[in-house]
């Protein structure tokens, strides 16, 4: 059923974009290289052998990109700092100042058009130089993720109010430490996620501590980090162990940060026992998830000011019954469920549109962490399609999912306070390469001069950004 309503006046509507998707420039005026760089560039690796070098080339196109938020009338926008472009050795000994002058430019358009920018500290383009030393194997990135955080708040936080410290943390642990899709491509996927993830929520609570301590007060700001959700429906909803099931799925791939960060300090209990209890079978002296100290539960409780997350689809979950095999770090044997569609084999493409699942996913944030107020940061659908300026299936994802939200408010009572579509224009989707393609405007990768066309989606959205919720375009009459 569609549901007829409006967001409050406040809403606040956005898009969302990230450093390595967009720029280019990989290695302009001094950037250095980030992970993602060199992985691109190792043939065989990308879709198409594809690479960020030159993406939308956003780095020489501020006015282009600031024109097409201006049309579409978002209030905000929400992209990433690289950090190789900023400290070029991932260090603050090595700063670049164009990289510093880039942001600079960028942020000072936004204000000037009455766009608020969000951005994210950490969208996955590690400094090379910090994968030398171990890279997020090593406590050492605590400190130096906390010092590039620190010049970032000292240089762009009289005019940046809404930070994210990581995005995706748990994508990154276990796509770049579990199945070693991603860079630095570990495959150890009992161990090393939770090893990383442990060290990413230390690294997230030391910059979060860093805001409050040093900048809050003067600078007013908001800071949260960002997990990907899917939501997780029982496959049976009246089987008691499939409800449990779905909700052990959530807790393994969305407590494992929200519930230490919302909660106390911690691991979700399940997750704890999961763990541990395997490992006990396995004979191991500890269980491979590691354990806070009660003084680090103390730093990590409380670390988001708002709750942020991505999200593209949805997954059916039941009770795992096949015999246990602790010696199997599977992903549905370690979690004891059975999933439609395993975890994202590539990226976060060709996902099915499960409009609903935003509503619930809402719901459960709600009940789960005492109804904080909640920014979707990431939401839109992936097409593989060269040319989709028709994009009417586009449309229908984004009517469907809004409608969702806006009952999620509405009805539910959730605390929604801001929605940012995913993504601002096509760009480089990661080991996929430019295939898929997820942006409201269209990137001719073929034309040097990188061309922005907007799809019909972009002129949808923008009418729902001018009625606040409300689309008085029906997509089968555009
Ligand atoms: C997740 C990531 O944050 C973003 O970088 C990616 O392009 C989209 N979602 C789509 O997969």
Redesign the pocket.
Known sequence: MYFYGTFPEDFTWGVSS?AH?IEGGWDADGKGPSIWDNFTHVPGNVNNNDTGDIACDSYNKVEEDIYMLRALGVKNYRFSLSWPRIFPTGRNNSINSYGVAYYNRLIDGLIANNITPIVTLY?WDLPQALQDIGGWESNELIDLFDSFADFCFQTFGDRVKFWITI??PN?ISRLGYGNGLFPPNVKEPGSAPYRVAHILLKAHARVYHTYDDKYRASQGGVIALCP?ISWAEPKTPSDPRDIEAADRYLQFLVGWFTHPIFKNGDYPEVMKWKVGNRSELQNLPSSRLPVFTAEEREYIRGTADVFCF?T?SAKIVSHSTTRLRPFSYEYDQEVSVTVDSSWPSS???DHRPVAWGLRRVLNWIKEEYGNPPIYII?NGV?KKAKSDIDDNARIFYYKTYIDEALKAYKVDGVNLKGYNA??LMDNF??VDGYDPR?GLHQIDFDNPNRPRTPKRSAVYYAEIIRNNGRAHLHHHQL
Do not use: C, D
């Open positions: 990230s998707q969208h995005n995706e994508v990907f991505n593209y990226a976060l493409s990431e992936g995913w993504s989707e990661w997820f």
